[in-house]
């Protein structure tokens, strides 16, 4: 077997089988991403507010070219160098490393906030979801499962240095956060309508943020809705109830950590 066929066999390694929901791998990775976090936490809380911005900042990048890795892997090897945009990086999971790494070149503090708070709300939120039931997470290829678990792992990681730079701010609002995520779901649903009329093949299209006007969401619960209801429907309930949730986070955040908030 030449050198290029072992390469190829390596990073396209597979598991014996694709890991379970809540097996060994899957809780091993909820421990460690806890564990990780939980240390990181304590190691920056006292740092100035200058510092974890730049630390917030340098976290997006790196999770930006982790995208760029994950990008070429896929194309490479899960693909088989055929266009699939299926892994097209604007899922609602994917803000939170354009948000890290675009905060710390907004000179207003507000639209600092709006960032921050998507990291501490939205980001949170969905990656919590994404980690306790990463159904699109858990694959056969085990460099894909890994990167899955370190980039939502570094999710958290940024939604805590934004709850400490929050910390140490006032007048901290909810609904410009509100404006920010509709303005990237509505990005999204053209991403997905644009790539459906191109290309018309639902296994290669997008599916950005669950919400594509071409198929019934593919996330339980919300695809029987999106069969009895209609897809928009269904698009208009799902992303209001992220709203909701999201929202929910704010208030405890601001009930425990937050000074004054409006």
């Not at 503090?109 to 709300?121: C, G, I, K, P, Y």
């Not at 890994?146 to 999710?155: A, E, N, R, T």
């Not at 805590?160 to 609002?173: F, P, S």
């Amino acid at each position: 077997m030449c050198r290029k066929m072992i390469y190829t066999e390596y990073m396209g390694t597979l598991f014996q089988k694709t890991p379970e929901l809540f097996g060994i791998f899957h809780i091993s990775a909820l421990i460690i991403t806890i564990l990780g976090n939980t240390v990181l936490f304590h190691a920056l809380k006292d740092k100035k507010e200058a510092f974890l911005l730049k630390f917030l900042h340098s976290t997006g990048l790196f999770m930006i070219l982790m995208e760029v890795f994950k990008q070429w892997y896929c194309f490479e090897y899960v693909f088989q160098k055929q266009l699939n945009l299926w892994f097209f990086p604007w899922q609602l999971c994917s803000m939170a490393m354009y948000c890290a790494f675009f905060v710390s070149y907004l000179k207003d503090e507000r639209r600092q906030n709006a960032l921050l708070v998507f990291l501490s709300t939205f980001s949170l939120f969905s990656d919590i979801i994404a980690l306790f039931l990463p159904y699109d997470m858990l694959r056969p290829q085990i460099v894909l499962t890994v990167h899955s678990f370190l980039y939502h792992g570094l999710i958290i990681s940024c939604a805590l240095i934004a709850i400490l730079i929050l910390k140490k701010r006032k007048d901290i609002r909810f609904l410009p956060t509100v404006y920010l995520f509709l303005f990237m779901a509505l990005i999204a649903f053209a991403i997905n309508g644009i790539s459906h009329a191109l290309l018309n093949d639902i296994y290669i299209e997008p599916n950005m943020f669950y919400i594509t006007p071409a198929y019934p969401t593919t996330q339980p619960v919300f695809h029987d809705i999106a069969i009895k209801y209609g897809i928009f429907t269904e698009i208009i309930l799902y992303l209001s109830l992220i709203i909701l949730a999201s929202y929910l986070f704010f208030i405890i955040e601001r009930r425990f950590l937050f000074e004054k908030v409006r």
